[in-house]
């Protein structure tokens, strides 16, 4: 346990003989200043050194490793997690203006994943534990600093790093509701991603904060999708797209469906008309993405053209439709390939800070 699994009570009952106000100061000095406890200065110095010294207090998070890419536009870390296990996180600027620019954080939430999804570098690498809350939590406040030094202002939080989110309910959803209620971010600016864990989407749809949903599909018949996606052989498409018919009803927030375009997988125009299909009844918007190159995954993702092809198709076809354009491809920032690099897998480069 570490500062960000502690809660309001935890922490007064580690201040049981201050005066009660010093328990507002310190939560507000973790969340809302994003402050290592010690250097509150609106704290007593005598109580700074004390919780300096108190293991629950201390972060949950050692930087293994911090690159630069796309100009100074995008920073992930690797982070050493106390047991030793290790994750990622991506900072990335918005367009717009560098100075006040808003930026985008993509947190994990697992160490590893248990999917076995084959094109997915943290899916190969399989699956270590859970991250607590706290660890969830950590990542964001640590990138939001660092955006404040950027110039930057951190808006928006995506669960699209390791791990699948709600595989992790217990510790995702008090996590949101940290960065909502503490952290101060917006509800509608914190995105879930999911594979497709039927239950964890229903449960979603009952929740009180109005998060956006994405489900990462890749492919929109079962037989491709069970090969892509193994947890399709258990919650299948009618499955899947029924439980987002409910989040969608439920919210009244437009679905993300996720698109890894693979080349001569599923970039086909059988495809093309069949993620329409499924995309048009649930009014959903699909964010298209080039297949990041993956060790050990040797099929490429479709070329520029393919990928203009295929977005061009499927707007033809009354679907709502984007194509994401990768960052830090340079560093390595697709989910998972820096903990591979450091488990020797693949090579990290970039630049380190």
């Not at 560098?98 to 994990?108: E, G, P, Q």
């Not at 791990?163 to 101060?184: C, Q």
């Not at 979603?204 to 996606?229: G, I, K, M, Q």
């Not at 053209?305 to 033809?316: K, Q, Y």
Request: glycine residues 8%; aromatic residues 4%; charged residues 25%.
């Amino acid at each position: 346990m570490a500062r960000y699994d502690l809660t309001r009570d935890e922490i007064a009952a580690l201040l049981v003989d201050e005066p009660s106000y010093r328990v507002g100061q310190v939560w507000d000095g973790l969340y809302h200043q994003g402050t290592d406890p010690q250097d509150l200065t609106v704290l007593p110095r005598r109580l700074r050194a004390r919780l300096a010294d108190a293991d629950a207090l201390a972060p949950a998070l050692q930087t293994d490793l911090a690159l630069d890419a796309d100009g100074g536009a995008t920073v992930k870390w690797r982070w050493a997690l106390v047991d030793g296990r290790r994750i990622e996180t991506v900072l990335m600027r918005m367009s717009g203006a560098v100075t006040n620019a808003r930026a985008t954080v993509c947190v994990s939430s697992q160490a590893g994943c248990a999917m076995a999804c084959g094109f997915c570098a943290t899916g190969q690498a399989g699956f270590d534990r859970n991250l607590t809350t706290g660890e969830i939590v950590e990542q964001v406040v640590r990138a939001r600093a660092e955006a404040s030094r950027r110039g930057w202002r951190l808006t928006n939080v995506v669960f699209m790093g390791m791990g699948e989110p709600l595989a992790n309910y217990d510790r995702v959803w008090p996590a949101v509701r940290r960065l909502h209620h503490d952290v101060g971010l917006s509800a509608r600016h914190l995105t879930i991603s999911t594979i497709g864990i039927v239950p964890g989407i229903r449960r979603l749809a009952r929740e009180d904060l109005p998060v956006n949903l994405a489900v990462s599909l890749h492919a929109a018949n079962d037989e491709l999708r069970n090969r892509l996606v193994p947890i399709n052989r258990r919650y299948p498409l009618a499955a899947l797209t029924e439980a987002c018919r409910v989040w969608h009803v439920a919210k009244g927030r437009r679905l993300s469906l996720e698109w890894a375009l693979i080349h001569g997988v599923n970039d086909r125009r059988s495809d093309v008309a069949e993620l329409a299909e499924l995309a048009r009844p649930l009014a959903a918007h699909v964010n298209l993405i080039p297949l990041n190159p993956t060790p050990g995954f040797t099929t490429r993702g479709t070329p520029p053209d393919g990928v203009r092809a295929f977005r061009d198709r499927l707007a033809d076809r009354g679907v709502n439709v984007t194509v994401r354009h990768n960052r830090g491809t340079d560093i390595a920032a697709a989910c998972g390939q820096l903990v591979a690099a450091a488990a020797g897998a693949v090579p990290a480069v970039g630049v380190a800070r």
